[in-house]
């Protein structure tokens, strides 16, 4: 009952038959993802959970029952105070304990490591992408991995040999697969001093000087470095899935360590995976940069691009090629694209030779979506009219609604979503020659020369004698005519329309710009001259 036949040939597709011909004889798979809450999750980290949420989707596209899972790795060390963050001094004496105890000094989480998983889990839906979280804090302080770190303790040389295999200098004697938070002063600054029996492990403190011995059975302060970490999750969840970026797939990066500890000592086969590339950020200068050391979270996005278009950025690109999340003009290009296979995929060809190009558009735009694919096509408005039209109504969505009058019901969420994202881009980021406002009545009028002000005076009444009655070419023609009567060129004749309506020497198309304001509102903004 399998589909075994790739649907397609999306990358999502192919990993998705990879897994099922690896690992299908499972009832039901698992992806996983995760990351270290040590600072705000950004963009290029999202990549990893955008792409597992794709090869989910292929999965389940192919009747598979999917567990995708999202480990915080929480109780990692708190090692450096990121420079981006307020109190500084305070957050220096929680260096070496576990994030989950830092506070949060940005808001009320109960940690820092809360606020950031919080921060990351609030959006996350809103993308369409719902994992179960899995705290591993919780899961050490419970003891789920007792089993696991007795397995690591009992294989010391086995790993000790798999990680040599790729340091350039040996590991100490005296180093153990395992890490301990001192139970009185939380700080991993330990050292394990030996074995009691199976489940015993001596330690005593650097910081502090306690010494005791914990029974991993009980103690929720011991805990095993990423690399053995790693392999032991993918064998207590039975991990199928999980890419990893660059760093991890390094040749003898943690990828290929876990590989031979996961085999060796854990009897487990690793996940079929794959390697994704680093995401760059742009245009969008001052407010948007990662160069600064300002980050850019998925929250940040999500303020320009409507999900479906942030879906479509990360299904139309491979996950090992680079690639740029433009705040620039550029903004504009990727929604025009989105529009376009949106229309495609509404308009499937006959032809054969054509029918390639159109299902692997296809494919992405059904990745795109958040929930499902529409019925019919949506309702579309293209991004550069609509920055104009809320340039018009100062960024009034009810009013460009009104405007537009055609907005179907069932379409104005999304209109909605896509118009704030289209406001936000013009405010924040729109070239200057870009953005306009249309003179108020409080405002003084350009001052123009006679000749110009009596053109413009001339334009205002053809507005009001016939702007809209029949096609924008007859409007222009008429209006060039006018032009050459008073003796003037486009040149200097447009700039002078120009500032009589926006203040400006340049803006939108112009026929197009007068058809769109009407003629009530050119005919009150000319009339003064
Ligand atoms: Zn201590």
């Known amino acids: 009952m399998d589909n075994q036949k790739p649907l397609s040939t999306h990358w999502a ?5 990879k897994i099922i011909r690896e690992r299908g004889d499972k009832d039901v798979l698992v992806c996983a993802s995760g990351i270290t809450p040590s600072g705000t999750v950004h963009i290029g980290n999202f990549r990893e959970i955008i792409s597992v949420e794709l090869v989910v989707r292929a999965l389940r596209d192919r009747g598979r029952r999917v567990r995708f899972i999202y480990s915080w790795d929480d109780y ?5 105070v990121p420079q981006n963050m307020p109190d500084q001094e305070r957050l220096a004496t929680y260096l070496r304990k576990p994030i989950t105890l830092v506070p949060d000094v940005l808001g009320d989480e109960e940690s820092y490591a809360a606020h950031n998983e919080k921060a990351l889990e609030a959006v996350l839906p809103l993308v369409g992408i719902e994992p179960e979280y899995i705290y591993q804090a919780a899961s ?4 789920r991995y007792a089993d696991g770190m007795k397995a690591a303790l009992d294989h010391r040389e086995d790993i000790r040999r798999q990680l040599n295999a790729h340091r350039t200098s040996a590991l100490p004697e005296d180093w153990w697969p395992l890490s301990v938070f001192c139970t009185r002063c939380d700080r991993d600054t330990t050292r394990i001093l030996g ?6 492990v001596r330690y005593e403190c650097e910081s502090c000087g306690n010494a005791e011995t914990l029974d991993l059975r009980r103690t929720g302060a011991a805990k095993l470095p990423w690399r053995i970490d790693w392999p032991i999750r993918w064998s207590v969840e039975g991990v199928d899935f999980e890419p990893a970026g660059k760093d991890h797939h390094s040749e003898g990066g943690s990828f290929d360590t876990a590989r031979l500890t996961a085999r060796e000592v854990f009897g487990q086969e690793p996940p079929v995976t794959f390697q994704y590339d680093f995401v760059r950020i742009k245009g969008g200068s001052g407010k948007i940069s990662s160069s600064t050391g300002e980050v850019v979270s998925l929250a940040d996005v999500l303020r320009y691009y409507q999900p479906e278009l942030v879906r479509f950025l990360f299904a139309g690109t491979r996950p090992n090629s680079e690639f740029a999340i433009s705040f620039d003009l550029d903004v504009l290009k990727n929604y025009e694209d989105y529009d376009k296979i949106e229309r495609t995929y509404f308009n499937k060809p006959e032809n054969p030779k054509k029918l390639k190009k159109w299902e692997k558009d296809a494919r992405v735009y059904e990745l795109s979506q958040v929930h499902g694919v529409p019925a019919a096509v949506p309702y579309q ?4 009219h609509l920055t104009t039209l809320l340039q018009i109504h100062s960024g009034d969505v009810d009013a460009v609604i009104a405007y537009l009058g055609d907005v179907p019901e ?4 999304r209109f909605r979503v896509r118009a704030r994202c289209a406001w936000n881009w013009v405010k924040d980021f729109a070239p200057e020659d870009f953005r306009f406002a249309l003179r108020r009545d409080d405002e003084e009028p350009a001052a ?3 000749p110009l002000a009596a053109a413009v005076r001339e334009l205002g009444r053809l ?13 222009g023609n008429a209006m060039y005519e006018l032009m050459h009567e008073h003796g003037l060129e486009s040149a200097e004749f447009f700039p002078a329309v120009y500032q009589a309506l926006i203040g400006k020497d340049k803006g939108p198309r112009l026929v197009n710009f007068l058809h769109v304001l009407g003629r009530t509102t050119v005919v009150r903004l000319l009339r003064v001259y």
Do not use: H, M
């Open 13 to 17: 597709d192919i990993t998705a038959d």
């Open 195 to 200: 074995r009691d029996g199976d489940w015993g």
């Open 140 to 143: 050490y302080r419970s003891s």
């Open 448 to 450: 123009l020369s006679a």
């Open 463 to 475: 507005a009001a004698d016939r702007l809209g009655d029949g096609p924008e070419k007859e409007f």
């Open 76 to 80: 990692d060390v708190f090692r450096k």
């Open 381 to 384: 408005i293209q991004i550069r």
């Open 410 to 413: 069932a379409d104005l969420d």
